[in-house]
């Protein structure tokens, strides 16, 4: 070997020692040139709630139609399964694409089962995985029944079973991954979420870089996001209201509106709808969100702090840049 030739080799053995194993391993990955790939994702539609809820999923079927991404997804609270409600799934099923679906707690109302549930968004699985442009997706299903509680309207927890899969499966990928669930992992959502963190903080750590890269969320209709051991937790905010409970009496309304949709008393209602794309390149995820005026009064004008649930009640998804 000549004398440069061994010199290189001794720099480049020094310059990977120094590099952290996380780093190095994140590194390569990258290296590994990636499509751009691109969803959009909508939550907390409440078609049984509210009074505009197909004119909202239409437009973000139209514009995601428009922009041709990749994908679509909704993160649950959707529209409970019955006949009444084919027109959701039919706008939905518009999409020119795959089109996938988290379940929500709502969509338990009426006393629907997982199973009618399942049927009605013609669901193989109520937790799942698919892969997109060198990247790993996993669905999950958080509203397993709290062991011990069977008198809570919306439980919300991971059993064995599906802790048991997510494991296998976010270990036996070899792609960077992203999860979708309904309820957050990191603020008051999952009865048992801090058990499903740290079964992802392991994944990270077996696989020696950050494997698991974006959480995204919908159910607290908030905007915000957390990170948590280099993870990202982003709360997708609700498509149509900010829910503010019996305190709040919203009269923006017509009387005649209350009649049918008795709740919009109680809520802060976006004017525009509300939804995100997102655009991932082998360096960076970018999601692009819609902001909106309030219908009326909003929650401040109707009395609520400023600051509620540790968060701003506001009528937007942020625009977020997270580097990958």
Known sequence: MKRSEFLRTVALGTLATAIPFDVQADTSSLLKKKETLSFGI???????????????L???????????VDFIIQLGDFCVPKKENQIILDIWNSFQGDAFHVIGNHEFDENKSLEQIMD????KQNYYSFDRKGYHFVVLDGNGKIPGNDAARYPSYFHKAQLEWMEHDINSSPLPTIVFIHQGLDHNGVHNREAVRILLDNCNKKAGYTKVKVVFSGHHHMDYTNVINGIHYVQINSAVYRWLGEPYNNT?????????YPYLRNMGYYKEPLWAQVQITSDELKLTGKESPWYGDSPVDLGEPIVSWNYVSVAKISDRLIKL
């Open 58 to 68: 239409q437009a973000f079927v139209d514009e995601m139609n428009e922009k041709q």
């Open 42 to 56: 909508i939550t907390d539609l409440h078609q049984d709630l509210t009074f505009d809820a197909p004119q909202r």
């Open 120 to 123: 009605f968004f013609e669901l």
């Open 252 to 260: 923006s309304f017509p009387p005649e509106a209350y009649k049918k």
